[in-house]
């Protein structure tokens, strides 16, 4: 397989939401074959620029979006094409230099304490990921220390934080009044579930409300540029 | 009400149950619940379970020793002795009753229809509502009080003990140690039954429901156990694999409930619906898919025989209208033909679970006068046809009309309740359990049920029809209005 060949096999199986071997992607037909971890790994040991791959994945996520937005594709296949990313994003980094342009930052992400729902965050967790931040879920009925101690020891730029009761509400202002207080005045805060809004997110001194998966992405991308 | 023999539904055959029930213990034995409750981990493994790190494994005949000694009659009595009844498991008896704690009131307005957020005047008025229209049976706690949660419990029941002369399910307990108080304030323990979501999917006991439920139990109170798997997110997106899940997340409460006490009043509370995956995941309750998995969990419930707590009529709709006039309809109908008991969330449910309305309970209780009279008038007839018959006259009573096109896609929403788009077979079973378990042992358990759901969705699990869009005569819903009193 020429160098151009392996890329545009990567570029579909992204497109597949072809994890690994083990899954079977878009279509029910692919367990068995070469997924994105594979061919990545191929990649790099045939000596493929990683930058290339990179460009790589931006082009696949890209016509993803395009197939989302005309209706072809659905949450699922973008969930799958995302952690494809996601996973190469991985294998890719350790090869990468240092501080190169395309980290884009990390996002720490946690449902707060008392509160089980994971469905959501999950869905944010992995389209940022896809999007190719550095995600780190700390999962759900997360106690604000746990949450402190991982902002300490992870060094975010982003936080996500995830409610949806109303009585978990509460708890999700006594995060933010942490972090706040702790010093970390840098790190934007983003929230989301249900019961939340941009009028909540004000009021507890968070940064930006977002009503789904898309809109977090879009306000990530608008706070990136802007700074 | 009391349907016939003829009426009752039986969508799998006694050897695709056999297949669920079997698949079900699969699961509780292999992959098991996660309990992080060592109190509760030591009860089980003290009956017969085994641990594997912090899961507890269940063995099938703990499930069926589960089943035989729980209770298969429960009384509900009521301030109004008229208002009591008894569910019996082996009865075609169904009961209707509110459901919810929703957040949002929707109320009409002169510019249309209005949410707000739900407090205790709310419930105060939903109960003196309900408790004069004459096809709610018994209250679920319908919306929650505005006040800080450790004082939830005993506000919502004084609200109860001073608004509702009906069986009271109290719904979700805050605090445990209220429990005393609430019953006090109630009056008569008699009167007061719960609702515990016991095990968060997929198949992890959640530490302070255990506790509820104990409480709960040892007072020897009715309680239903529930589980709202959503089909592709919290579990999968296979009806065969959904219903092994719920399943086993319901019988594990029944095990639990059983090992605190022989004997329990435990009800079958199983809601497999599915997760919108075309759009962003959000619940789907009451399209045609979502009643046919929710339908086969109330059938599965009667071949266990034991009490059925099944819900139904939740619609997808944000305010009343039309096309949440023919969910209900359609809902109801297969539910009460599946031979669900205690049917709960019936009435005034909108928005995905999200809203109220006080229109919306008058609706639904004309709506039901229907739907009850069909099911009287032709003992004998098919619930395809009964269906039919009351979506069309439940929307002509509200001034819609009924043209082809709209009798057309009531047809089609018929069809893919009844039509089985899966084998029933050991392959799938075993395909089912092994999706399961993975989600299970991997961090965003969701993610890998959203996965594997790709082929599903181009198979077409999820019904893809039109909504029924037409404005709405309110003149009866007017009128009924008028003439109840409810506090200002
Ligand atoms: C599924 C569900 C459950 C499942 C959760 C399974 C799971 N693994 O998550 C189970 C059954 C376990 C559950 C349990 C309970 N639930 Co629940 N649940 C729901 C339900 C039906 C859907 C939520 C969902 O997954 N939506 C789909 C996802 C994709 O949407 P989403 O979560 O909103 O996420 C999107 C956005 O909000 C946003 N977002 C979310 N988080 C974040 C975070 C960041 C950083 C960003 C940027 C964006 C973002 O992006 C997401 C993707 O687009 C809702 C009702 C509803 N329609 O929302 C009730 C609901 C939230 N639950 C409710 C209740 C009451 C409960 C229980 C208390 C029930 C009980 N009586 O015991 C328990 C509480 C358990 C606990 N301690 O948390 C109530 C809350 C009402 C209130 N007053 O607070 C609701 C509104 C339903 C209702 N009216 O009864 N529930």
Not at chain 1, 114 to 124: A, E, F, R, S
Not at chain 1, 171 to 185: A, H, L, P, T, W
Not at chain 2, 348 to 360: A, E, F, I, P, T
Request: proline share 4%.
């Amino acid at each position: 397989m020429s160098e151009q060949e392996l890329l545009n096999e990567l570029e579909h199986v992204i497109l597949m939401g072809h994890i690994n071997e083990e899954d079977e992607g878009l279509d029910g037909t692919m367990q068995g074959t070469p997924g994105t971890e594979e061919l990545v790994k191929k990649a790099l040991e045939e000596g493929i620029d990683p930058e290339k791959l990179l460009k790589t994945f931006g082009k696949a996520m890209e016509k993803v979006g395009e197939k989302f937005e005309s209706g072809e594709f659905f949450l699922p296949d973008m969930m799958a094409s995302g952690e494809c990313v996601g996973n190469a994003m991985e294998i890719v980094e350790p090869k990468l230099a240092a501080g190169t342009s395309y980290e884009k930052g990390k996002f720490l992400i946690a449902t707060v304490q008392g509160d089980l729902h994971d469905i959501g965050k999950n869905i944010v967790a992995t389209m940022i990921k896809g999007a190719g931040y550095h995600v780190k879920d700390l999962g759900i009925d997360v106690p604000a220390d746990n949450i402190l101690e991982a902002i300490k020891e992870y060094e975010p730029n982003f936080v996500g934080l995830s409610a949806l009761l109303t009585t978990t509400m509460t708890e999700m202002e006594q995060v933010v009044k942490r972090i706040r207080e702790e010093g970390y005045s840098d790190i934007k805060i983003f929230i989301g579930g249900v019961p939340t809004s941009q009028e909540f997110a004000d009021k507890i001194g968070a940064d930006h409300h977002c009503k789904d998966a898309m809109e977090a992405l879009n306000k990530l991308e608008k706070v990136r540029d802007a700074s | 009400m009391i349907i016939s023999d003829a009426q009752q539904i039986k969508m799998l055959s006694s050897s695709e149950m056999d297949l669920i029930h079997e698949g079900t213990c699969r699961v509780l034995s292999q992959i098991g619940v996660k309990v992080t409750h060592e109190d509760i981990a030591e009860l089980l493994v003290s009956k017969g379970a085994q641990r594997k790190g912090d899961r507890v494994l269940i063995p099938k005949n703990m499930v069926e020793k589960a089943l035989a000694d729980t209770a298969k009659t429960i009384q509900f009595d009521a301030p109004n002795p008229d208002y009591g009844f008894t569910v019996n498991a082996s009865e075609n008896q169904a009961k209707f009753g509110t459901g919810g704690q929703a957040l949002y009131m929707v109320e009409r307005t002169s510019e249309g229809w209005k949410e707000k957020l739900a407090g205790a005047h709310d419930l105060k008025q939903i109960l003196a509502l309900c408790d004069q229209l004459e096809n709610v049976d018994f209250i679920t706690r319908p919306v929650e009080c505005d006040v800080p949660e450790d004082q939830m419990d005993v506000e919502k029941a004084k609200i109860f003990r001073d608004y509702s002369s009906k069986p009271m399910n109290l719904a979700n307990l805050f605090k445990r140690d209220r429990l005393d108080e609430v019953l006090d304030i109630i009056g008569d323990p008699a009167y007061v039954s719960f609702i515990v979501c016991l095990v968060s999917s997929p198949l992890v006991m959640d530490t302070p429901s255990g506790d509820k439920l104990k409480a709960i139990v040892e007072k020897d109170l009715p309680v239903a156990i529930s589980s709202c798997t959503q089909g592709g997110s919290t579990a999968p997106f296979s009806e065969v694999g959904e219903l092994m899940q719920l399943n086993a997340e319901v019988l594990f409460g029944y095990v639990l409930a059983n090992a605190i006490r022989p004997g329990a009043k435990v009800l079958y509370r199983g809601i497999p619906i599915t997760s919108n995956l075309y759009s962003d995941g959000s619940p789907r309750w009451c399209q045609p898919e979502s009643i046919r998995r929710v339908a086969l969990a109330t059938q599965l419930c009667r071949y266990y025989n034991i009490p059925c707590c099944a819900t139904a009529g939740v619609s997808d709709e944000a305010e009343p209208s039309a096309q949440a006039i023919s969910e209900k309809v359609l809902c109801w109908t297969y539910i009460i033909a599946s031979g669900g008991h205690y049917i709960n969330s019936a009435l005034g449910m909108l928005n995905q679970v999200m809203s109220v309305s006080l229109d919306q309970y008058v609706i639904d209780d004309i709506l039901l006068k229907i739907v009850k009279e069909k099911f009287k008038k032709n003992e004998s007839k098919e619930v395809s046809h009964l269906a039919m018959d009351a979506m069309v006259e439940g929307l002509k009573l509200f001034g819609i009309t009924v043209d082809e096109k709209i009798e057309e896609e009531l047809r089609a929403r018929i069809e893919h309740v009844e039509k089985s788009l899966e084998p029933y077979n050991e392959d799938n079973v075993s395909q089912q359990v092994d999706i399961i378990e993975k989600a299970v042992t991997q961090s965003g358990g969701s993610t890998v049920f959203m996965k594997a759901s790709r082929v599903g969705l181009r198979k077409g699990y999820l019904y893809t029809g039109n909504r029924i869009d037409s404005p709405l005569d309110l003149t009866r819903v007017d009128e009924r209005l008028e003439a109840v009193s409810i506090p200002e």
